[in-house]
């Protein structure tokens, strides 16, 4: 069943960005399993998660609300794997980084659109 956020272009770009962060975690140390891994993959599915549930909320202000969680889990995220390459787990996360600042201009153009309409 197709819902609302299925045609959402930010939790399309957030899904994708889930199976990024998946693959690179892969190849993490198992001392960071429970650590940064966990972090990484929790903030990612974060990302998608909140666009749905924002968008199955019945009010502009709710998925606004929601919309800005998800923001700020993509921020956590850049900053999670900015660490990991600064320990060494991940070679070059500039791929990566490219897509957290596309998507998070366009959450940021979504959100700003959606403040002109209330």
């Given at each position: 069943?197709?819902?609302?956020?299925?045609?959402?272009q930010v939790w399309?770009?957030?899904?994708?960005?889930?199976?990024?962060?998946?693959?690179?975690?892969?190849?993490?140390?198992?001392?960071?399993?429970?650590?940064?891994?966990?972090?990484?993959?929790?903030?990612?599915?974060?990302?998608?998660?909140?666009?749905?549930?924002?968008?199955?909320?019945?009010?502009?202000?709710?998925?606004?609300?929601?919309?800005?969680?998800?923001?700020?889990?993509?921020?956590?995220?850049?900053?999670?794997?900015?660490?990991?390459?600064?320990?060494?787990?991940?070679?070059?996360?500039?791929?990566?980084?490219?897509?957290?600042?596309?998507?998070?201009?366009?959450?940021?153009?979504?959100?700003?659109?959606?403040?002109?309409?209330?």
């Open positions: 069943m197709k819902r609302k956020h299925h045609d959402l399309q770009l957030g899904m994708e960005l889930v199976k990024h962060v998946y693959e690179i975690t892969s190849r993490f140390p198992d001392s960071e399993k429970y650590g940064l891994c966990s972090k990484m993959q929790r903030a990612a599915v974060s990302i998608p998660s909140n666009i749905a549930e924002g968008a199955a909320r019945t009010g502009h202000r709710e998925f606004l609300h929601f919309l800005s969680i998800a923001r700020g889990s993509l921020c956590e995220l850049e900053t999670q794997l900015m660490i990991s390459e600064s320990l060494g787990y991940t070679p070059d996360v500039s791929a990566v980084m490219l897509d957290i600042n596309e998507l998070f201009a366009k959450l940021s153009a979504l959100i700003n659109s959606m403040k002109v309409r209330n």
